[in-house]
């Protein structure tokens, strides 16, 4: 048993000595009596073992102070400062971290947060999370380029009610970068309160479509049935074209291709340069992709192969137009005036429509990059068309 010895000038009516549990017991009663006596004890080091004794008892007796501002008193902070040291990574080290919420430790904890260590990194995103002034430095981290993807796994690995909130609010959001979106994707997919997550995100279209491949090949790894068939229905994974599924995704982008036999399916078979331009060749209906191979993972080549719907950007939406005479004309809308609309279509012809001509124009939610373009030329195809792209980068400034 722990003995606390007290001066008996300070609390000479209090017994001598007294026990540990004395001493808390005592602490609840009277604690402003007590209070001199604890700090009398604390300060009073002879060696580390008995000062780290006396600090234990201490800060266990300024717990259960009520009211009791310890932050008016150094010495009180001292001593819990020496417990925190002495605890760190441990359970008692959080509940400190908790119970006193130390100015200052937010920072330290927010450091770990995004340090080597996984395992104090989710223990710190647990403290963080519980903490009023640690929850906004969390998301701070979050959306910061640096770090971003590496909170995301972290509270990903945390997988708690506050972590899948953070993460979701990530997935939803199409301004945040691709590898952060699909780092807080990965993240959701490790716990089944995740899967749900992704899940109604995706039955509401909240999901931005650029990941609904990744979610979906993650998702059918669900050990639990029933999340496995719920994701099938809401994130359906394409299949070649006698109906056979595709592997996933990131595994389709680990295996390795021809580029060689890419180029020439990227240039006939595949129809790919009837709309894109490499290096001067082919037409120029959707994005050049001379440089595709910097701006891409193969992943994420691949979903826009798979899925051109998915992610659609703002320079290339479609627009359906019906014209007075029950013509259709889709394509990209190059230009608009009060005369007269242009629309590229996907043969890389400009249709110039006469405004009084035009029945309705409508923006749709198809690509203009037509669907299950991949049934030209199967799985080998995929993976050397990704192989040929991964080499289209950027030209070395040297
Ligand atoms: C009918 C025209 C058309 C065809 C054919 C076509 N694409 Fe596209 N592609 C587009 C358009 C338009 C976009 C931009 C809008 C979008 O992403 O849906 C696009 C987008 C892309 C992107 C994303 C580019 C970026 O910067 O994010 C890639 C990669 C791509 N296409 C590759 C291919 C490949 C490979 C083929 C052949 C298998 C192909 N496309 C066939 C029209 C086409």
Same mark, same amino acid.
């Given at each position: 048993?722990?003995?606390?010895?007290?001066?008996?000038?300070? %609390?000479?009516? %209090? $017994?001598? &000595?007294?026990?540990?549990?004395? /001493?808390?017991? $005592?602490?609840?009663?009277?604690? #402003?009596?007590?209070?001199?006596?604890?700090?009398?004890?604390?300060?009073?080091?002879?060696d580390d073992a008995a000062q780290a004794r006396r600090d234990a008892v201490l800060v266990r007796a300024i717990e259960r102070m009520q009211d009791f501002n310890y932050r008016e008193h150094p010495e009180v902070i001292a001593a819990i400062d020496r417990q925190l040291h002495r605890t760190q990574g441990t359970p008692e080290f959080i509940r400190l971290v908790k119970k006193f919420q130390p100015a200052g430790i937010e920072k330290q904890l927010i450091e770990t947060l995004v340090g080597d260590n996984r395992s104090a990194a989710v223990e710190a995103a647990v403290l963080l999370l519980e903490m009023e002034h640690g929850r906004p430095l969390v998301r701070q981290r979050l959306i910061d380029k640096a770090h971003g993807p590496v909170v995301a796994e972290v509270l990903g690995l945390l997988g708690n009610g506050r972590a899948i909130y953070f993460l979701s609010?990530? &997935?939803?959001?199409?301004?945040?970068?691709?590898?952060?979106?699909?780092?807080?994707?990965? !993240?959701?997919?490790? =716990?089944?309160?995740?899967?749900?997550?992704? %899940?109604?995100?995706?039955?509401q279209k909240q999901l931005v479509g650029d990941t609904w491949l990744i979610a979906g090949a993650l998702l059918a790894r669900s050990d639990d049935e029933s999340l496995r068939k719920a994701a099938g229905r809401v994130l359906p994974q394409p299949a070649q074209k006698d109906a056979k599924p595709l592997p996933p995704v990131d595994q389709l982008a680990k295996a390795k291709g021809?580029?060689?036999?890419?180029?020439?399916?990227?240039?006939?078979?595949?129809?790919?340069?009837?709309?894109?331009?490499?290096?001067?060749?082919?037409?120029? /209906?959707?994005?050049?992709? #001379?440089?595709? !191979?910097?701006?891409?993972?193969?992943? $994420?080549?691949? &979903?826009?192969?798979?899925?051109?719907?998915? !992610?659609? =950007?703002?320079?290339?939406?479609?627009?359906? /137009?019906? &014209?007075?005479? !029950?013509?259709?004309?889709?394509?990209?809308?190059?230009?608009?005036?009060?005369?007269? @609309?242009?629309?590229?279509?996907?043969?890389a012809i400009d249709r110039k429509i006469d @405004?009084?001509?035009?029945?309705?124009?409508?923006? =749709?939610?198809?690509? @203009?990059?037509?669907?299950?373009?991949?049934?030209?030329?199967?799985?080998?195809g995929l993976v050397d068309l990704v192989e040929y792209m991964a080499t289209l980068k950027k030209a070395d400034p040297s």
């Open positions: 048993m722990l003995n606390l010895s007290f001066d008996h000038r300070s %609390i000479g009516h %209090i $017994a001598m &000595t007294c026990r540990f549990s004395c /001493v808390l017991l $005592a602490c609840l009663l009277l604690p #402003s009596l007590l209070l001199p006596g604890l700090l009398f004890a604390a300060g009073n080091t002879d609010e990530i &997935t939803r959001q199409a301004e945040q970068p691709f590898d952060l979106r699909r780092a807080a994707v990965v !993240g959701l997919a490790r =716990s089944k309160g995740g899967q749900k997550k992704l %899940i109604e995100q995706a039955d021809d580029a060689v036999a890419g180029m020439k399916l990227f240039r006939g078979v595949a129809t790919c340069a009837n709309c894109h331009i490499v290096n001067g060749h082919g037409k120029d /209906v959707g994005p050049n992709l #001379s440089e595709i !191979g910097s701006k891409l993972s193969r992943e $994420a080549m691949l &979903t826009a192969i798979l899925l051109p719907s998915a !992610g659609i =950007s703002h320079n290339y939406e479609n627009y359906v /137009v019906l &014209t007075a005479e !029950g013509q259709v004309i889709a394509g990209l809308k190059m230009s608009e005036t009060d005369r007269e @609309v242009v629309i590229r279509t996907a043969d @405004v009084d001509d035009i029945e309705s124009m409508k923006k =749709s939610e198809k690509s @203009v990059m037509p669907e299950n373009l991949h049934h030209l030329f199967g799985q080998q």
